[in-house]
């Protein structure tokens, strides 16, 4: 998925956000997220959910911790 196609699915500046920092980094953990952002963990865990939900992110299931990664940009 193009980063244009990825950014039209968007719905705030927090998902912008979320969507260049995975694109830059390739993967991270919600603690990850919410350090680099000085976020929540109800803000972050909300975003990500979305972001996932509309299928632009996925939760990488070897992790012992919730990561996420960009589905493909």
Request: glycine share 4%.
């Amino acid at each position: 998925m193009k980063l244009e196609t990825v950014f039209e699915k968007v719905r705030s500046d927090a998902e912008r956000l979320i969507v260049l920092y995975l694109r830059e980094v390739g993967s991270a953990t919600t603690e990850q997220i919410e350090a680099k952002f000085g976020w929540q963990r109800i803000k972050t865990t909300t975003v990500l959910r979305n972001l996932e939900h509309r299928g632009i992110l996925t939760e990488l299931e070897a992790s012992s911790r919730e990561r996420f990664a960009l589905k493909s940009c």
